[in-house]
């Protein structure tokens, strides 16, 4: 195994992997569950940054192994949330919280396995947009390298716990203790929407998007689940997909969110979002307001704008128009092998493309 370094997303890579999921997918989930530890150090945590992962965490304690895990934690500050430490509690990990920000900044992750220890380097926390929507670069150091550096995952993991910092251990059977303080509730109605959020998703339309919304009413065609495909790396554009799937196989996570769809006026509170963790790894977004409407074909843009923690915008921007063109440029990430793109730009820059400003909140239509 070589030493891999990514730009990501979608910037530069020397290797086979492409961001931080990929390198971590690399060195957690596709390896032998039950076989050593596997590490988390980062500064801030979050729920979707762990959605990937929580299944490859519950088989590798269930077979045997250990996960072990520190996050920042601050009551000032939103920091790691109550619904990461949760779902890691639950498969079995071991969380630690240390008490503000400044102790802890470290981004690192990687594996001590029988086969040698595996490092991961990056500037991304473990959250939805450290995984997939700020530019970060990451560092994948395999046993060899690490070997020589003379780097064990043991020695360090004894070191930082020898430090005279304040250590908290959450239980979910004493949920009053005073560890849960210093985390915050992703749920929480009202929660601030980041600048850095206030973001627009851009997909390029294909025809498994729109079959259905180009079907006449009440016709065959238009039978089905009407969605739209969305980017491999939307992590840290939605809210916490603490929704697992009741049926099937195929493990799959979900969130509701408002969409406001401009262009036909009408509001769906409990849209869904669902990210497929065992299947293709890709991300969909129910828009069945827009079956048999004619409002979108292939070619033209889906935007998505996120105005609010769960207040989104969609808009159709139709080939061959200006505003088109103008976006265009800015879906610079493939999906797939048929031409589909994505790519995400601000807010401002979108509005002011299109020429209008953000709608206020969305009521109910």
């Known amino acids: 195994m070589t030493i891999d370094f990514a730009f990501h997303p979608s910037v530069y890579a020397t290797g086979e992997p492409k961001g931080l999921v990929h390198m971590l997918e690399r060195v957690w989930v596709q390896q032998t569950p039950g076989d050593g530890t596997l590490y988390i150090v980062s500064g801030f945590g979050n729920y979707n940054g762990a959605v990937r992962f929580l299944d490859t965490f519950a088989r590798h304690v269930k077979a045997g192994g250990q996960v072990v895990s520190f996050f920042a934690g601050s009551t000032a500050q939103n920091l790691t949330s109550k619904q990461l430490v949760e779902s890691m509690l639950r498969v079995g990990a071991s969380v630690n919280i240390v008490h503000r920000k400044r102790l802890l900044h470290a981004k ?16 991304g926390n473990f959250t939805g947009p450290g995984m997939g929507l700020n530019v970060e670069s990451s560092v994948l150091l395999p046993e060899q390298p ?3 550096a003379g780097f064990s995952w043991e020695t360090a993991i004894q070191q930082i716990r020898a430090q005279p910092w304040d250590f908290f251990q959450p ?6 203790a005073p560890a849960w303080s210093l985390l915050y509730d992703e749920c929480e109605r009202g929660l601030r929407l980041e600048k850095s959020d206030e973001s627009t ?3 390029l339309l294909g025809h498994s998007d729109t079959a259905r919304i180009q079907a006449p009413p009440g ?3 238009g039978k089905g689940t009407q969605y739209f495909w969305l980017g491999k790396d939307s992590f840290g554009f939605f809210p916490p997909l603490t929704i697992p799937n009741e049926r099937g196989n195929k493990r799959t996570f979900s969130c509701l969110i408002s969409l406001h769809y401009v262009d036909l006026g009408v509001v769906d509170r409990k849209a869904r979002v669902t990210f497929e963790a065992e299947n293709n790894l890709d991300f969909r977004l129910g828009t069945a307001r827009l079956r048999s409407t004619q409002k979108a074909k292939p070619g033209d843009i889906a935007a998505l704008s996120r105005i609010g923690d769960r207040e989104y915008e969609l808009r159709i921007v139709q080939e061959g128009t200006p505003h088109h063109r103008l976006l265009s440029p800015h879906m610079v990430n493939l999906v797939g092998h048929r031409g589909k793109r994505y790519g995400l730009i601000d807010n ?9 400003q953000a709608s206020p ?5």
């Open 361 to 365: 909140p969305p009521e109910t239509g």
């Open 348 to 356: 401002a820059v979108f509005f002011e493309i299109i020429g209008r």
């Open 201 to 203: 998703l851009l997909v």
């Open 146 to 148: 690490l070997r020589e």
């Open 219 to 221: 016709t065959k065609a």
């Open 108 to 123: 690192c992750y990687g594996a001590s396995r029988s086969t040698g220890a595996s490092l991961v380097v990056s500037s």
């Open 171 to 176: 239980t979910l059977d004493e949920p009053a």
